[in-house]
């Protein structure tokens, strides 16, 4: 079946610092993947997808890289604030399934 | 615009018992989705709506009914609640599949 998962259960960085979140996933036939945030008591929201055929897209403040080699992408927070504090998810394609998530704490 | 709404926010339910989440989206989205969230994992997709008229059975649907009731609103049924179905419960919509998904804020519901 297809997995989606995420290397590192926590990840604690200082303000002003990049942070980095690792994904991997499993269906090499997947050519849609997506990043989401999750605060505390709320829904996911869209922070950024990318397709394909592109390694990597960029929105404000955010990059996401697609390694399809390894079946691998990441985002990128640069300057992380105290709001970017939240689980962030990573999920492909028809997005049936989702990781575990990756719960980011930025240190002031 | 409101965007993904779903009511009840919170829930308390006896083993049992029957009831409806309701959701609805007013983006005129044609896909719609359920997920249910337990403490520490990922969303797990119940039941999704890929376009009007249409439902099918995501990775959890055992215990768990749906309806696509028009274009805006898809509901879920617990027909006979148990404590397993203790959990969050977010409704999502998307323009299409393989799309971004725009989520509703959640129902917390508890089965006692």
């Known amino acids: 079946g297809e997995s989606v998962g995420l290397h590192l259960p926590t990840l604690s960085v200082q303000e002003g610092d990049n942070s980095i979140i690792n994904c991997a996933y499993s269906n090499s036939a997947s050519d849609y993947f997506i990043w989401y945030k999750q605060e505390s008591g709320k829904g996911p929201q869209f922070i950024i997808d990318?397709?394909?055929?592109?390694d990597k897209r960029q929105g404000q403040r955010v990059t996401v890289l697609l390694n399809k080699t390894v079946k691998h992408l990441s985002l990128q927070i640069a300057a992380t604030q105290p709001g970017d504090s939240a689980v962030y998810f990573c999920?492909?394609?028809?997005?049936?399934?989702f990781g575990t998530g990756t719960s980011l704490t930025v240190i002031p | 615009n409101a965007g993904v709404t779903q009511t009840p926010k919170f829930q308390v339910l006896k083993t049992g018992q029957s009831m409806t989440l309701q959701c609805a989206q007013d983006?005129?989205?044609?896909?719609m989705y359920w997920y249910r969230q337990d403490p520490g994992m990922g969303l797990r997709l119940i039941y999704y709506?890929?376009?009007?008229?249409?439902?099918d059975k995501g990775e959890v649907p055992n215990g768990y009914n749906v309806s696509r009731l028009n274009k805006r609103e898809f509901s879920l049924r617990l027909e006979s609640a148990a404590p397993s179905q203790t959990s969050v419960y977010f409704c999502?919509?998307?323009?299409?599949?393989?799309?971004?998904?725009?989520f509703g804020s959640g129902t917390q519901l508890s089965v006692l």
């Open positions: 999920a492909e394609g028809n997005q049936f399934y």
């Open positions: 990318i397709r394909s055929n592109m």
């Open positions: 983006m005129n989205h044609n896909s």
């Open positions: 999502a919509s998307s323009e299409g599949p393989y799309e971004k998904l725009f």
């Open positions: 709506s890929a376009s009007e008229g249409t439902t």
